[in-house]
């Protein structure tokens, strides 16, 4: 459903991603992740076509998303600070971006009860905590039905209960079919969430595969459990031995 090849993108002399390939197939939760500034947000700007790559390209259905027929029902994104008119109510937002989307406004309170904001929906936006900002760009993202979503540490701000919540909406949305591509450098949390990893450091590929191909390839640490923080630090030792 994506595909990159050979993805770079440069910042002056920073190399924010060095020369990525990246396959995202139908039905999958795909962990873009890393530690902090390793560019997994530069990379999920690229493929939603909001960053030009300094070289390489990205299709989305086989074509860039500047030539998708219909954008916003194809994919649906929700980056990391993004802005929201502290002034506008949930439920005004979400009607003002229904309209682009196609959305009817049945269809804005059904999201508004799916992201749990029904009984905030009349309050302020710029009344609302990180969490409920989360969940109304998620909200955002969905208006128009779309195949694939793209979102940008989307756990940020939510508490325990919000985090499970979350898990359970995705894994939901993908057993729809849908795609979803989600950032994040909380390796241990995204572990729980995604089925396939495109795992970063520098801007370089570690790995891309299965979540579970990834924690076999990798030995056991001594007395404990195989885990994805584990397997990241077997791999960014690997590298550097091999360098
Ligand atoms: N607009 C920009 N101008 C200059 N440098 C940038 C810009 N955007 C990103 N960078 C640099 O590119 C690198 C990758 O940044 P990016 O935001 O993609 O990382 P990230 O993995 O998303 O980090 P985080 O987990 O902190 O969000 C960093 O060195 C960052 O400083």
């Not at 520098?202 to 990834?214: I, S, T």
Request: glycine residues 12%; negative net charge.
């Amino acid at each position: 459903m994506i595909m990159a090849r050979k993805l770079s993108r440069d910042f002056g002399d920073v190399r924010a991603v060095d020369g990525i390939d990246v396959d995202v197939h139908r039905g999958r939760i795909v962990g873009v992740l890393g530690p902090n500034g390793s560019g997994k947000s530069t990379t999920l700007r690229m493929l939603l076509g909001l960053l030009e790559p300094s070289s390489g390209g990205v299709t989305i259905h086989g074509v860039p998303y500047a030539e998708l027929e219909s954008p916003l029902t194809t994919v649906g994104a929700s980056l990391d600070g993004q802005a929201f008119a502290a002034s506008r109510t949930g439920r005004q937002h979400l009607r003002c971006w229904a309209g682009l989307a196609g959305a009817s406004p049945e269809r804005v309170e059904e999201l508004l009860e799916l992201v749990g904001l029904s009984g905030a929906a009349g309050r302020r936006v710029g009344t609302y905590s990180l969490g409920m900002k989360q969940r109304l760009s998620l909200a955002t993202a969905l208006l128009g039905d779309p195949q694939i979503l793209v979102l940008d540490e989307p756990s940020n701000g939510l508490d325990p209960e919000g985090i499970l919540w979350l898990r359970r909406t995705l894994r939901d949305l993908a057993r729809e079919g849908r795609t979803v591509v989600v950032a994040s450098h909380l390796l241990s949390e995204a572990q729980r969430m995604v089925d396939d990893v495109l795992l970063i450091r520098d801007g370089v590929v570690l790995y891309q595969g299965g979540l579970a191909e990834l924690l076999d390839s990798v030995p056991a640490p001594e007395g404990g459990e195989r885990d994805l923080e584990h397997a990241y630090l077997a791999l960014t030792r690997q590298r550097e031995v091999a360098a």
